[in-house]
């Protein structure tokens, strides 16, 4: 498909699974941030709206003003940041190169590139809207351990996949199903504790199933 060409109802149509939209005050200015930190590609750049690609996946950006006359613009926070609680990650970008240019683009380093027991080296980066982009790669090469047992390192599904940490009170709904009150966060700090989500819209055009853990054992 053809993203600086397609028309508006092709593209909603052709639209599959987990689908992420963002409120953002500047729609350019979010996209350069999303180029020049995380490579991503935007399409169809206005005012009001842009088409943003991360691999192959697709996500959107709206202006606050295109939302006038929807309900969801009305929860929207006077200040920044938006939608504490969720965490975009990028499991195909390195932490270290993103850390690096986070700054000079005008994002904040909310947690530097760190080794996590979970496999992953993943960084916490908060751009001018405050949403939190985690990326992250693998750190590890041998055995991990899962639900109390050794098993093999865990390999994705998909290049690039989206997994969204979505928070209950001071507990988490892991992707198993369980919880987890001992999930240990940057975003959990100061006001980022405040409204969760009223910016983001997370749509499933599939089943439920369509949605669960991404991986699988090698």
């Not at 941030?33 to 995380?38: A, D, I, K, Q, S």
């Not at 700054?103 to 960084?123: F, I, N, S």
Request: aromatic share 8%; hydrophobic share 35%.
């Amino acid at each position: 498909m053809d993203y600086e060409t397609v028309s508006a109802e092709v593209f909603g149509a052709s639209l599959r699974g987990l689908g992420l939209n963002l409120l953002v005050r500047d729609v350019k200015a979010e996209c350069e941030f999303l180029e020049t930190v995380f490579e991503m590609k935007s399409h169809r750049v206005s005012a009001d709206f842009a088409i943003i690609t991360y691999g192959s996946e697709v996500f959107q950006l709206h202006s606050d003003g295109s939302y006038s006359e929807n309900p969801l613009l009305a929860l929207l926070p006077e200040n920044p940041p938006r939608g504490p609680g969720i965490e975009i990650r990028l499991y195909d970008t390195d932490p270290d190169a993103a850390a690096s240019r986070a700054d000079a683009a005008g994002g904040v380093v909310l947690q530097a590139p760190t080794d996590k027991p979970h496999g992953l080296r993943e960084t916490y980066i908060l751009c001018e809207n405050g949403y939190a982009w985690v990326a992250s790669r693998p750190n590890v090469a041998g055995q991990v351990e899962l639900s109390g047992q050794k098993t093999t390192v865990l390999k994705r599904k998909r290049a690039s996949q989206w997994i969204f940490h979505i928070r209950y009170s001071h507990q988490f709904q892991n992707l198993s199903g369980g919880k987890d009150d001992s999930y240990s966060n940057p975003t959990e700090h100061g006001s980022l504790a405040g409204a969760r989500g009223p910016s983001s819209c997370v749509s499933l055009d599939r089943p439920p199933e369509y949605a669960r853990r991404g991986f699988k054992s090698l």
